[in-house]
């Protein structure tokens, strides 16, 4: 099973042949400026289509209290890269309103059921970010 940096290198390397469909979802990478670093920073990402040319991620971190480093990164700056398959594009990162994850929510368990449980296992409330093709 493909993970981490094993899972980023063989999605670039295939234009996601390899890692777009894994353990009965879809992952898109999101490449993040580091905070602190600069640096580029990739994730790869369950993901959902929404609207005309936006994509839904969740910044669960698997329920843990604190937000994933990648949330922070887009928090202070949201523009982004995005590749889907063979598809890179610039993006800007955006947290969905509470009315949005409302309607969003249910599609992204349905990508990953788990969710659910990771937002019992925290007071925090997981955000769900919109990834808007600039």
Do not use: C
Request: glycine letters at 8%.
């Amino acid at each position: 099973m493909l993970f981490g940096q094993q899972h980023v290198d063989r999605y670039r390397a295939t234009d996601g042949e390899e890692g777009h469909e894994w353990q009965g979802t879809q992952t898109l990478l999101l490449t993040t400026t580091g905070r602190k670093s600069g640096e580029p920073r990739t994730m790869p990402l369950i993901y959902a289509p929404v609207g005309e040319d936006a994509y839904a991620i969740v910044a669960s971190k698997g329920g843990y209290d604190e937000h994933p480093a990648w949330y922070m990164n887009l928090s202070e700056q949201p523009e982004v890269e995005v590749q889907i398959k063979g598809d890179v594009f610039k993006a800007v990162a955006r947290t969905a309103s509470a009315e949005e994850k409302a309607e969003i929510w249910p599609t992204m368990t349905a990508e990953w059921p788990a969710y659910d449980e990771y937002q019992q296992k925290t007071e925090r409330e997981i955000p769900v970010v919109v990834l808007e093709r600039a």
